[in-house]
């Protein structure tokens, strides 16, 4: 079975910065493309930044400029460096696979973490 298992979560002062992590196990072949959704309290989960394994990303407008994604195809793993937090920066983040093919499965499968909670308060 395909698992992705989310690090790096907690608390931090406006200003700080974090580092997600998100490694995917299982018997993978390849996986499209990886990346990080959000969802505060009351508010639908929302895409913050995403990767293909060829590198392109995309980022949710409130992230530009702050957050950066990055990819380890040999190690089917996605990073998150989030700088300049902000206190509306405050969500559970998931990781999510997309169209993963594995022995385990036939055709493509999507993936989800279990979340990782990040907290920006003074």
């Known amino acids: 079975q395909v698992q992705l298992v989310e690090s790096g979560g907690g608390l931090v002062q406006p200003g700080g910065s974090l580092r997600l992590s998100c490694a995917a196990s299982?018997?993978?072949?390849?996986?499209?493309?990886m990346g990080w959704y959000r969802q505060a309290p009351g508010k639908q989960r929302e895409l913050v930044a995403a990767?293909?394994?060829?590198?392109?990303?995309n980022y949710a407008d409130s992230v530009k400029g702050r957050f950066t994604i990055s990819r380890d195809n040999a190690k089917n793993t996605v990073y998150l460096r989030m700088n300049s937090l902000k206190p509306e920066d405050t969500a559970v983040y998931y990781c999510?696979?997309?169209?993963?093919?594995?022995?385990?499965?036939?055709?493509?499968?999507?993936?989800w973490g279990q979340g990782t909670q990040v907290t920006v308060s003074s």
């Open positions: 999510h696979a997309e169209r993963v093919t594995s022995s385990d499965y036939v055709g493509f499968v999507d993936r």
């Open positions: 990767i293909t394994a060829g590198g392109t990303t």
């Open positions: 299982g018997s993978i072949f390849s996986i499209y493309a």
